[in-house]
């Protein structure tokens, strides 16, 4: 099947973006890598009469700056994968990018894209929930930063206004004597996470967790913090025992939808699963051991 005929224009800035956008109305829409949205006009589902391409508004970038990394909403997911900058001060979400899709999709899609998109079952939205990070965006009301917990609201659904668009990310660096892990379960490689689990855990002096924040994709209808899950790890040891509390809570917590992929049932106790064993991988990595 064919999409149907739509004009197509490249902007040069993120100004522009925003004002081809405004002039275009809700028949215009935002195409970087066009991963998501390309298959959906082939499909009739998504028929805007305006393309608006951001690949011009900026480069693909990763800068730190004092404590927080700096992303280009234009990264590619490859880009991210194999930056020195994003392994040596954020290596989960360089992990994360790793696991998109496939080496086509991640040679093309973006960082701004995935997030706009905001697919519940992706692994980035599930990253930059657990490590804390905020979502910078432009549109005719000016500039916001908007922490990324709050960006998602619903299946495929943000907080972007008309004419907004996702201009990049700031991320935190990881601290010292802090661990992490991303995991997912696929069916086979390049499918949607049955689900998937980000973990960032943080030890003190004598090994007990100062600091935990957990996320997961595919348990529901946008990332999901499992903040009770975190809040047991939270001043004390992390043992087997303590993890699979954390995955009981974690499951618990959830409402996820069944699928072709799986039943609620299951996602929820592969849920239980995958917080333990991302637990147990992130505290090993606090404390300077091989994962």
Sequence with gaps: MYADPFDFVAARSWQEAVDLL?????????????????????????TPGLLVDVNGADTSRVERHGDRLVISGVTRHSDLQGSPVVGANCPMLAEAASMVGNVRVRHRGTIGGSLAHADPSAELPCAVVALGAEVRTLGPDGERGIPANDFFEFYFTSVLKPGEIVTGVEVPVS???SGWSFLELLRRASDFAVVAVAVVVELDGEGRCSGAKLAAAGVGERPIELGDAAGVLVGELIDERLAAEAGRRAAASVQPS??????????????????????????????GKAA
């Design 22 to 46: 405004r002039e275009g109305g809700e028949d215009a829409k935002v195409i970087a890598g066009g991963q998501s949205l390309i298959p959906m006009m082939t499909l009739r589902l998504a």
């Design 175 to 177: 601290a010292g004597g």
């Design 258 to 287: 069944a699928s072709v992929h799986a039943s609620a049932e299951y996602r929820r106790a592969m849920l239980g699963v995958y917080v333990r064993r991302a637990v147990l991988q992130a505290a090993r990595r606090a404390g």
